[in-house]
C-alpha cells in the first residue's frame, strides 16, 4: 500500500511547490490560497487516486494472469467447480469448505460463513485486514494476500456467495435445509432442521425461514393438519372468516371438527397471532382428542410470576406443557415467566412441535 501512496505524495509536494512560487510572484496573497484549495489540491488528490487505483487494478491482473495460466489459460472452466472468472452469486450448502489462495476474491450476499486464514485476507469495503475465525460481512468484497489461503465453511443451511479465482471445493451436509437464516450458531437450529426435514414447516419463501417472525392461527392449524397426513374434508367452513378454497380451510374444518380448535367470538381470526396460551391448548387437543392420548399430570405453575395472567381454558394445558418441556419459562431478573399471552415465533413454534413430537406422539 506504501507503493500506492508515494505518487500521491510526489504530486502534493509538487502542488505546494507550485503554489509557492506562484505566491511570491503574486501581490494578493489570498489569491494563492484559493488557488491551492480550488485547483492544486483537487486536481493532485484526483490524480493521486487514479494513480493508486491503477497501481492496484495492475496488481489484481497480475495476479489473476497467473491464475490463468495455472489453470491452462482459459478462465472458463466454472462447470469444473475449481475456478469461477467472476464474482457472481451461487449457491453453497451447509458443512462445504471453499478454499481460495493468494489473488482470490469472495463476496457474501446472504447466508452465515465461517472465514480461517494461514495469512492476510483483506476486506476491500471496510479498508481493513480480517482476523482469521471470524465471519464473513455480508456485500463486503474480501481479497486474499500473499501466501494466503483462505478456507470458507458454510455454516448455514445455504449461502449465496461469489468466488473469483482457483478454489478447491470439499463435501457438505448430505441433508440440510434450503435457508439462508438458519445457522448452526443458532439456538433454534437443531429444532428448525427438525420441522422442516419431516415437512412439518416450510419457509416463508425459497431461502427464508423467518426464524422471529410470528406464527398465526391459521399457519398452526396447517402445520397440525398436515401432522395428521391432511385427510380429506368434505363439509364447509363454519367460519365466515375462512372461505372454502383458501389455503388454510381444510386445517381450519378439520380442526374445528375433531375439537382441537375453536374460534375467537368473531370468528377464526386466521390472521391473527397465536399466542402460546393458544399453542399448548391446540396441542393438547390434539393429543387428547384427536390421539386419544392419556395425558400426563401438569407441573405445578404457582412460582411463575405472571401464571395470574393465563387464560382460565388454558391453564391445565399450560400445566401439562411445563411438565412436558414443551413449554420453559423466561427468567427475567431472577423471576420466570411463561408469557402466555405473547405471541409464539417460528422458532419457537418449532422447538414446541420437536419436543412435542418427539415425548407424546
Not at 482457483?166 to 457438505?172: D, I, P, Q, R
Request: hydrophobic share 40%.
Amino acid at each position: 500500500m506504501k507503493t500506492y501512496l508515494r505518487p500521491l505524495g510526489t504530486v502534493l509536494v509538487l502542488a505546494l511547490l507550485a503554489v509557492g512560487v506562484y505566491a511570491v510572484s503574486d501581490e494578493d496573497g489570498l489569491v494563492s490560497l484559493r488557488y491551492l484549495r480550488d485547483t492544486f489540491f483537487p486536481s493532485a488528490v484526483q490524480t493521486g487516486e487514479e494513480t493508486a487505483n491503477k497501481a492496484l487494478q495492475q496488481t489484481f491482473d497480475e495476479a489473476k494472469k497467473q491464475l490463468d495460466t495455472l489453470n491452462g489459460g482459459s478462465g472458463d472452466s466454472v462447470e469444473s467447480g475449481v475456478y469461477s472468472d467472476t464474482l457472481e452469486q451461487r449457491l453453497w450448502s451447509e458443512g462445504q469448505i471453499v478454499t481460495l489462495s493468494t489473488g482470490g476474491c469472495f463476496v457474501l450476499v446472504e447466508g452465515f460463513v465461517d472465514l480461517v486464514h494461514t495469512g492476510v485476507v483483506i476486506d476491500v469495503t471496510a479498508g481493513t485486514e480480517v482476523p482469521s475465525g471470524g465471519q464473513l460481512e455480508a456485500n463486503h468484497r474480501y481479497i486474499v494476500g500473499e501466501d494466503t489461503q483462505a478456507a470458507l465453511t458454510i455454516r448455514s443451511g445455504q449461502a449465496a456467495l461469489g468466488v473469483q479465482g482457483n478454489y478447491s471445493l470439499s463435501a457438505g451436509k448430505d441433508s440440510h435445509t434450503p435457508f439462508f437464516d438458519v445457522s448452526q450458531q443458532h439456538w433454534f437450529y437443531e429444532p428448525v432442521n427438525y420441522v422442516y426435514q419431516r415437512g412439518l414447516f416450510s419457509g416463508v419463501n425459497a431461502h427464508h425461514f423467518s426464524p422471529g417472525s410470528s406464527m398465526n392461527r391459521a399457519m398452526l392449524m396447517v402445520v397440525l393438519y398436515s401432522m395428521a397426513g391432511n385427510p380429506a374434508q368434505t363439509q364447509s367452513s363454519p367460519f365466515a372468516d375462512v372461505p372454502d378454497g383458501s389455503w388454510f380451510s381444510n386445517a381450519v374444518i378439520w380442526g374445528a371438527g375433531q375439537g382441537i380448535a375453536s374460534g375467537t367470538g368473531s370468528g377464526f381470526s386466521p390472521g391473527g397471532k397465536v399466542t402460546r396460551e393458544q399453542t399448548v391448548l391446540m396441542l393438547y387437543n390434539y393429543a387428547s382428542r384427536y390421539m386419544g392420548k392419556t395425558m400426563a399430570a401438569g407441573s405445578n405453575l404457582s412460582g411463575y410470576g405472571d401464571v395470574e395472567t393465563i387464560s382460565p381454558w388454558a391453564k391445565e394445558a399450560m400445566s401439562w406443557a411445563v411438565g412436558q418441556r414443551i413449554l420453559s419459562g423466561v427468567n427475567r431478573n431472577g423471576v420466570l415467566y411463561v408469557d402466555p399471552q405473547r405471541g409464539a415465533s417460528r422458532a419457537e413454534m418449532a422447538t414446541m412441535l420437536r419436543v412435542f413430537c418427539e415425548k407424546i406422539l
